[in-house]
């Protein structure tokens, strides 16, 4: 019996240790398990981003538009990234800094009563200003005549229709006149 305790003690060992490292019991090498833990995705670093400052202004007199929509269209390399909307703050200014460096972009700026206005650039820079001054609407261009320079035949803003009125008459007119005295 004496025998048998060192033995059983000496396997229960060897068996404890081959569970604790197991790469070791079957021949592998470490260098093959740290290459199977990197088997899922690898991590791509997002590109990098430029910041964007849209300024919009009225054109007659350089006071800021609030409220108006800045819509941004970007493609890198002919591949549409999509478009995203900003709205402008009350000084005027739409930003946004998630455009990516070296894209070609179209800003539309929508604002009520004024033309959409609508430009592509190519952002390069980590940083960019944009300023655009905004106008009335105008007439729109034919081809038959030269209306070059002419502005709308109708007031900007909300267009409410023509209302016929009816003739208004003078206080005065609405009493009869009184007649005149007889002459001698």
């Not at 740290?34 to 430029?50: F, I, L, M, N, V």
Request: proline fraction near 10%; charged fraction near 20%.
């Amino acid at each position: 019996m004496r025998c048998t305790r060192p033995i059983g003690f000496s396997l229960l060992l060897a068996f404890s240790f081959l569970l604790a490292c197991p790469q070791l019991a079957l021949g592998q090498d470490q260098s093959q398990d740290q290459s199977s833990s990197r088997r899922g995705r690898k991590y791509k670093a997002p590109p990098e981003t430029s910041h964007i400052v849209v300024q919009v202004t009225k054109r007659s007199n350089g006071k800021p538009i609030s409220n108006a929509a800045v819509v941004f269209n970007p493609t890198k390399d002919g591949k549409d990234i999509g478009s995203l909307e900003v709205k402008t703050d009350p000084e005027g200014k739409a930003t946004i800094d998630v455009i990516p460096t070296g894209s070609t972009i179209r800003v539309q700026i929508i604002a009520n009563g004024y033309a959409t206005f609508a430009e592509d650039y190519i952002v390069n820079e980590s940083s960019r200003e944009i300023a655009v001054a905004m106008l009335r609407p105008q007439e729109q261009i034919s081809a038959y005549e030269d209306n070059q320079g002419k502005s709308s035949g109708r007031k900007a803003g909300v267009q409410e229709p023509v209302k016929p009125t009816k003739p208004v008459t003078p206080p005065d007119a609405a009493k009869p006149a009184p007649a005149p005295a007889p002459q001698q």
